[in-house]
């Protein structure tokens, strides 16, 4: 069973920064995905960031040129730093796993920026 440990999440100002970690535990293939994608009220569920295990990343269009996605391996951790943040990044943000198995969701983690 794969479980995900999400921290970083709270309140910012506008124009500051945070930084989200998941941390994934459990039988997992060497080769996985990582990521994470957000929901606001109201709103689906998006793409934040993705990077595979080979370090292959993938950014939504909203977060290009201000989060940058990393990931230990050996810690099987990966790392959001989220930089000039908006009102507009204000969800829940939720890490994800997926491997050729099963993808498997963390239970979500907080972020609001006022303005």
């Known amino acids: 069973q794969v479980q995900l440990v999400e921290s970083g999440g709270g309140s910012v100002q506008a124009g500051g920064s945070l930084r989200l970690i998941c941390a994934a535990s459990?039988?997992?293939?060497?080769?996985?995905?990582m990521g994470w994608y957000r929901q606001a009220p109201g709103k689906q569920r998006e793409l934040v960031a993705i990077?595979?295990?080979?370090?292959?990343?993938n950014y939504g269009d909203s977060v290009k040129g201000r989060f940058t996605i990393s990931r230990d391996n050996a810690k099987n951790t990966v790392y959001l730093q989220m930089n000039s943040l908006k009102s507009e990044d204000t969800a829940v943000y939720y890490c994800?796993?997926?491997?050729?198995?099963?993808?498997?969701w963390g239970q979500g983690t907080q972020v609001t920026v006022s303005s």
């Open positions: 994800n796993i997926r491997d050729i198995l099963a993808s498997r």
């Open positions: 990077i595979s295990s080979g370090g292959n990343t």
């Open positions: 459990g039988s997992i293939f060497s080769s996985n995905a």
